[in-house]
């Protein structure tokens, strides 16, 4: 036992001596991989001395009732061992400091207490061991346990920020923000920074140099140039750093931090492209502009920060919590500390009844419901209204015709109902304003006339029934309008273009060209489609603007192989799920590339085979993510190896494919190669991905990616 303690002391003394050198050259010292990762492991070993501390204190106060022959030996070798565990946790912290970005002033105090709680402890072992009076025993300890307290403290202000602990007990408000006094930075944009990055890149840790939490550093940018490219949100580094792989160190937040959704992406990449303007308010936008909508609509579901309300129901763990969150369904706090929750969806096109159905695991904790723009139906108000204490239901411009809204007047505490753009009339509306807390109620682009409010409102007089938008005589720009039948259409199936408001007139092209208000067939009943194509349409109204040409890739189901196979399997990052992905007619979305729908290949082509037997394909349409900032670009070139089986297969054709001249939006575009008009049964199909990245992209010379979600044969 003396050997072993004699060992363990001089491997304590070792560290200390290290320790003491680290401090003077940390500047000139490159760590190794294994070093770093066990730098790493310092916020796991660190609890290991505090909680031997802990019991060495309790030992001690209860030595003299303890066997005197052998308490003394377990007192001797638990601050040995309390010893080593702090050495070896000082040392691992030291590796952790040259890794990451933190504030210098924060990280010194950290880690001048780390290593002098480390020398502590060793000075402890050597007293106790030579009988040194209990005064001076102790002293040592009591020194030994406040730096404890400031090493713990300054350790949580790198990892949590300023103030964490005491947070709770502090009632300093901010001040109160609406969207008419405060700018659209400070309002719409910097919430979305503090939940999402702020806490890497604040004054005591500031990743990659940079400080967000203040605008004028956040202008500055940090050691690789400036966050935001103003106007150009496809070149800024904070947005690529949104798309790219969660493996890639780059990608931002980093793995395992709550990461943006798709609305938090698109109201940052909105307030870019109209200049990042830190001052400006939204009433000095134009209407049209993307940020006035975006930002209009997180006015509308954000709760009054002046008048919080403390709410008593139980809440849920933070666990359950992360588990309803998915790519399109953001569920988060209403605010800090309060069990009430809010629920968002995003993208029409992957919305499933089943994620409404899901939160039924919150059912008692929902006060904020936002649909707006999903495909919601009457058929899910029912559900809906079985969230006992929700307060505020978006359901504007969704597919509810107003049949079921009867439902709701169960909901005790809804004081917000937002039915704008939908096709809700009166008498549907009625048995809704029975609601018993229900105060306001938009209506706007609805069928429900300006008398039929006057009527409801002399019944309801405590509810407020908003009919206008907008009280000047502005002219307004038109949204877009949009397929109904997004996704794969059905073989021989037909395309139905729609608007959200009535009496619109949409021309839409299929070649290429792009419609006016003239130009374009008009569109009056749903068309024909036999094979992929790219329709471009654009509405018109008299007295106001025509709306942006809309632009979308109409995939048309085809001929189904007897037979896939991949020869080359897909990453394993992305895998999607194996070669049925390639014809299940799920699509995939441009800004989520981890998910199911999509599979990858980088370090090797994508190869695949086909086998047909009674119908054979003339072309064939790939559909791919582009998503440049990703690294997902269109294959380099493809190649066609076809014959009557895979033995015999032979190359038949290669092609080159154009590459981006620089970055432009994300979307998911189709990639049509001719094949053979000879019948073959057989199709090999090669795909390589991009080998080095453009001299234009930022990450010049780094491997791309290729991203497949379906492929069609016609």
Known sequence: MERLQRIILNIIFCIQVLLIFLLFFEDQIQLPAWLQVAGRMHPLVLHIPIGMMIFLVALILLEKWLDQAVAPVIINFGLILTSLSASVTALFGFFLSLQGDYGAEALTRHKVSGVLLSFLCYLIVLLYQQKKRQSVFFGAGLVCFVTLVVAGHTGAILTHGENFVLAPMTHDKKPVLTVETASVYHFAVEPILEKKCFSCHNESKAKGGLIMTTVEKFKA???????????????SRMIKAFYLPLSDDKHMPPDGKPQLTSLEITTLKAWIKAGADFDKKLAEYKTSDSLTFITTAFASSTPDQENQVLYTFPGLSDDKVAKLNTPFRSVFPLYQNSPALQADFFVKKAFEVKAVEELKAAANQLVVVNL???????????LLATFKNLEQLNLNFTAITGSTLGELKALKHLKLLSLSGTAIKAKDLAPALDAPALHTVYLWNTAVTDAEIEAFQKEHPKI???KDSFHDNTILRLSKPSLENEGVVKRNGKVTLKHTMPGVTIRYTRDGTVPDSVKGTEFKEPFPATETFVVKAQA??????????????VFVEGIHPVKMEFFNEPDPQYPGEGVTSLMDHRKGVSDVLKEPSWLAYRDKPFAAGFWFDKEFPKSMVFSYARNLGAFSFPPTGIEVWAGKDEK????????????????????VAALTIPLSPHPYAFYKIVAHPVAKLPAWHDSKGEKGWVFFDEVFFY
């Open 221 to 235: 940018g940090g050691k690789e140039g400036t966050a935001f490219t103003e106007g150009h949100p496809e070149a």
């Open 372 to 382: 707006s723009r999903m495909p919601v139906t009457d058929k899910e108000i029912p």
């Open 464 to 466: 407020t029934l908003i």
């Open 540 to 553: 018109c109204k008299a007295t106001w603007f025509c709306s942006e040409v809309y632009e979308s890739t």
């Open 648 to 667: 015999d297969a032979k190359l038949i054709q290669r092609i080159k494919i154009d590459q981006p001249k620089g970055y432009d939006p994300n979307k």
